[in-house]
């Protein structure tokens, strides 16, 4: 573990989960039955996905999560060891956090649970650049220590990561806490009434930089004042699980990088793309974005 000796490009914050995939065929064994598929799919997900995409991306990364002992706890150390990714961890019940992902027609949702309680205990933030927590939840329930991080020089970025019970909050803001609110349109929707509306109200308020990811259109932004986008990339996918936050990643690996925002974005699409490629958000091979390292 780094006891923090050095400063940190990205700083991650939130649980981790268990993945089961439910297979997309009609699965309804009746009592008695057992049914065998090709495959079910399992993964990692939650704040593992940013951490792992910004690693692979050369960032170094630390992730703080609440973990129990658990069997879902032993697999996510036991990925985490193959890793360069630092971790900060602090208790909490066994398989704190658990999600299934059942496939729709161009998106996906979700049955989690998830020991909430846990993330009051988070210990303080380590010295980082950036800090990203994905969920206005968690930016709440850490208000006070993010700001006292931003106080210190980190630069504040949060994801929507659909709570519709604090985008009220989120919509009331003024005072700009964070540097940077990354939304997908639905949240955008939900929380200004369109995407344009969200554009317009939320930069200089709920943050400075508003970006609002827009599936096959692209993504649209404020950054540093300016209106920017990009169009997204067209790719076949497998699966939408970890897009937005592949996207958070590479766009705070531009900022880092110091692109100019409309390459911020286009390196965020790219890495976006590729991700859904694959079954799940983590990276299961650095060498993914081996070429993107220099990316320009």
Request: hydrophobic share 45%; aromatic share 8%.
């Amino acid at each position: 573990m780094n006891q923090f000796k050095e400063k940190y490009d990205l700083c991650v914050i939130g649980h981790i989960f268990f993945e089961l995939f439910w297979p997309r065929e009609e699965c309804n064994p009746q009592p008695g039955e057992e049914l065998f598929l090709d495959e079910i799919h399992v993964g990692l997900g939650g704040a593992l996905n940013t951490s792992s995409v910004a690693d692979a991306l050369g960032c170094k990364v630390i992730l703080l999560y609440p973990r129990g002992n658990g069997l879902t706890d032993f697999a996510i150390e036991g990925f985490l060891k193959s890793r360069s990714i630092d971790t900060l961890t602090w208790p909490a019940v066994d398989n704190p956090a658990i999600t299934i992902v059942l496939h729709r027609e161009n998106d996906r949702s979700f049955i989690s649970k998830e020991d909430r309680k846990a993330l009051e205990h988070c210990p303080e933030f380590p010295p980082a650049r950036y800090i990203h927590v994905a969920g206005i939840n968690l930016a709440l329930n850490f208000k006070d220590r993010l700001a006292r991080a931003r106080a210190a020089g980190a630069k504040i970025c949060v994801s929507g990561s659909w709570n519709p019970e604090h985008f009220a909050y989120a919509a009331a803001l003024h005072d700009m806490p964070w540097d940077i609110f990354i939304l997908n349109d639905k949240e955008a929707g939900e929380i200004s009434g369109s995407v344009e509306n969200a554009l317009e109200n939320l930069p200089g308020n709920a943050a400075r930089d508003v970006i609002v990811t827009c599936g096959a259109d692209g993504a649209a932004a404020v950054i540093d004042g300016q209106r920017v986008a990009a169009p997204a990339l067209k790719v076949e996918p497998l699966d939408f699980t970890g897009a937005g936050d592949a996207f958070c990643a590479g766009f705070l690996t531009g900022r880092m990088r110091g692109l100019e925002p409309e390459k911020c974005l286009s390196l965020a699409n790219e890495v976006a793309s590729r991700i859904i490629t694959i079954r799940g958000g983590v990276v299961p091979d650095v060498a993914m974005f081996k070429d993107l390292e220099d990316w320009k």
